[in-house]
């Protein structure tokens, strides 16, 4: 775990708000120079907090569906094991890998363009390491909203739980292959320069700059954020799986969880839950609390609810690779 001051957790929260915004504009909002600024932001890169810049880009409007596989293992080996999360990874449509603990022993979500690609990916899966699955899962993304890391701030007054990025549920947008090409460049490196992607894709800066707008005006591009190792501050993910006795009284539900600074996502899926909740906590105690607090809440719409809890993450895709 690594200690960093309020100053730092500003910085950071401003990176994950726009990563893209200039570090004099960080600094106007934090009450720091330009230069202290940067050091800082150097600084939280070498120690690791601090892992990318990406771009978040709406896969849905690309055309792409997302299946995500929850895994319960039997018969495992340490080098079995291994050889399983190596093949998940390897995969060029896999947009997240994570090791869980709780409900299910592996997550990931895939990328496909249709019904068929994921059939043939998973009848190649089930034909290598069909003995090793006691339990296999589905659900099908159909929204998600991400929220910024409020709990960064010492006075989450200062955050603003309205800005968040709405991905899924839009229709499919048209672009062509320089906006392919821009996206592929801009996805892992949200802070790359108009000019380096000009001189990149032989084009303008005026031309780069019209086309990331354009992007951004059709939520093709939902946002710039900074990829922040939580673990080195201490942070724990939890995702809650809640079922529900009234699912129409849903919306409501959502509505104050979105209040509490520690959640970060809203999952809207078909199949595994009616409602899926996603926190940044520092324990397994703070998550359970923030659960307790809700069905305290919402005792007659809520049934239970089953959490998983990501030890350790594998891959983390920022756009898909084809």
């Known amino acids: 775990m690594v200690k960093i001051d309020s100053k730092d957790r500003e910085i950071l929260y401003q990176l994950d708000l726009?990563?893209?915004?200039?570090?004099?504009?960080?600094?106007?909002?934090?009450?720091?120079?330009?230069t202290v600024v940067a050091y800082r932001v150097n600084k939280l890169i070498?120690?690791?907090?601090?892992?990318?810049?990406?771009?978040?880009?709406?896969?849905?409007?690309?055309?792409?569906?997302?299946?995500?596989?929850?895994?319960?293992?039997?018969?495992?080996?340490?080098?079995?094991?291994k050889e399983i999360i190596s093949y998940f990874?390897?995969?060029?449509?896999?947009?997240?890998?994570?090791?869980?603990?709780?409900?299910?022993?592996l997550a990931l979500i895939m990328w496909v363009k249709n019904i068929n690609d994921f059939y043939s990916f998973w009848d190649e899966t089930l034909k290598r390491f069909r003995d090793y699955f006691m339990e296999q899962q589905f659900s099908v993304y159909i929204q998600q909203y991400s929220y910024r890391y409020s709990y960064?701030?010492?006075?989450?007054?200062?955050?603003?739980?309205?800005k968040f990025e709405i991905t899924g549920g839009g229709t499919q947008?048209?672009?062509?292959?320089?906006?392919?090409?821009?996206?592929?460049?801009?996805?892992?490196?949200?802070?790359?320069s108009a000019k380096e992607i000009a001189k990149r894709l032989n084009t303008t800066v005026s031309v780069v700059n019209y086309r990331i707008k354009k992007l951004?005006?059709?939520?093709?591009?939902?946002?710039?954020?900074?990829?922040?190792?939580?673990?080195?501050?201490?942070?724990?993910?939890?995702?809650?799986?809640?079922?529900?006795?009234?699912?129409?009284?849903?919306?409501?539900?959502?509505?104050?969880?979105?209040?509490?600074?520690?959640?970060?996502?809203?999952?809207?899926?078909?199949?595994?839950?009616?409602?899926?909740?996603?926190?940044?906590?520092?324990?397994?105690?703070?998550?359970h609390e923030i659960m307790k607090d809700l069905i305290n809440k919402f005792p007659d719409i809520i049934k239970k609810y089953k959490y998983v809890y990501a030890s350790k993450l594998h891959k983390m895709n920022y756009m898909p690779e084809e």
């Open 18 to 34: 726009d990563s893209r915004q200039s570090f004099s504009k960080i600094g106007t909002m934090v009450g720091l120079s330009k």
């Open 46 to 81: 070498e120690n690791g907090i601090i892992k990318a810049f990406y771009t978040v880009i709406d896969a849905f409007k690309l055309g792409y569906i997302s299946f995500r596989i929850y895994l319960v293992y039997q018969y495992m080996t340490k080098e079995k094991e």
């Open 89 to 105: 990874t390897s995969q060029k449509l896999n947009w997240w890998t994570i090791t869980a603990e709780g409900r299910f022993d």
């Open 152 to 162: 960064l701030l010492d006075d989450v007054k200062k955050s603003d739980r309205t």
């Open 173 to 192: 947008a048209k672009i062509d292959e320089l906006d392919f090409r821009l996206l592929r460049l801009i996805a892992p490196s949200a802070r790359i």
């Open 216 to 287: 951004m005006k059709e939520d093709i591009i939902q946002g710039f954020r900074a990829d922040i190792d939580l673990t080195k501050l201490g942070y724990q993910f939890f995702k809650a799986d809640i079922d529900l006795r009234d699912f129409k009284q849903r919306g409501k539900i959502m509505n104050y969880a979105k209040t509490n600074p520690h959640l970060v996502r809203i999952d809207k899926s078909v199949g595994i839950s009616d409602l899926e909740l996603e926190y940044h906590v520092l324990s397994l105690e703070q998550f």
